[in-house]
């Protein structure tokens, strides 16, 4: 027989006090999705240097335009906040300083997936769509692609295109970079 088990969801505002008074370290690796905190999976070192790749490519080729965000929170509602792997976000002169940024500052999601691919795809994009977030790019290290997510919809992305290695992209918001997938991908 099955027991039924209620669950506690959690605010975003619940969340970080767990934080500020010590039952959440920093060193966890969290998001909060849709009320539930979730475990991130570690970051591999293939990982963790295309991160570092793209950080540098976003942070060169666009200086001030825009902030670089590096798996930083993005409050997305009441009960979510997630740290994509990198974010391209409105300036703003306290640079986000005084609170997170929320889905209204961003430009442009870009997570790497590695061993993260399926929750990347069947949770996050979801989410980031019914956020209204416009533009999310996936780099699956795996399979050595690119998807260009563009047109949030109530349930998931209007636009999908799966690039490949001689096409060409740029972001919606900076249609002067222009980019190839070997760019991001290596």
Known sequence: MAIALTRRRFTVDEYERMAE??????????????????????????????????????????????????????????????????????????????????PADVLLVVEVADTSLRADRHVKLPLYARSGIPEVWLLDLTEHMLTVY????????????????????????????VLAPADLLG
């Open 21 to 102: 008074v010590g039952i959440l370290c920093a060193d966890d690796r969290l998001e909060l999705i849709d009320g539930e905190i979730v475990e991130m999976t570690p970051i591999g070192s293939r990982h963790a240097g295309r991160v570092f790749r793209l950080t540098s490519l976003f942070t060169s080729r666009l200086g001030e335009r825009a902030i670089v965000g590096v798996q930083g929170p993005i409050r997305l509602s009441a009960d979510s906040q997630v740290q994509p792997d990198i974010v391209l976000l409105r300036p703003r002169p306290d640079f986000y300083t005084e609170s997170h940024a929320g």
């Open 150 to 177: 563009r047109r949030p919809g109530s349930l998931a992305y209007e636009e999908e295109r799966t690039l490949r290695p001689a096409d060409r992209l740029s972001p919606e918001t900076f249609p002067d970079l």
